[in-house]
């Protein structure tokens, strides 16, 4: 099972996100999808995957844990870089 991995939050701010709970599995199947744990975390803002500036949620780009079921990100982003590619998401949300 694949487990993507982002920075999540609310794009007009004002409200906290938090890690979702067993209770956050609004379909009861025993596992919290991707779109069940939006009211609580937000959206998907910054994937951590190859290409994190392209802010899209591409799944053949993270990481794959190894045989001992772990991994190591790390990456470094600029902020102009993020505020130019949420730019037009932002105003697309706001008209």
Known sequence: M???QHFY?????GQDSRCPTASDDTN?????DSIEPEPVTGTTMVPCHAN???IEIIKDTYLTADAHVSYSYEKTVYL???QD????KIRRSAA
């Open 9 to 13: 939050g609310f794009a007009e701010g």
């Open 28 to 32: 009861g199947d025993g596992v919290i």
């Open 52 to 54: 994190s500036v392209s």
């Open 80 to 82: 102009k870089a993020l």
């Open 2 to 4: 694949a487990h993507l």
């Open 85 to 88: 590619a949420f730019a037009p």
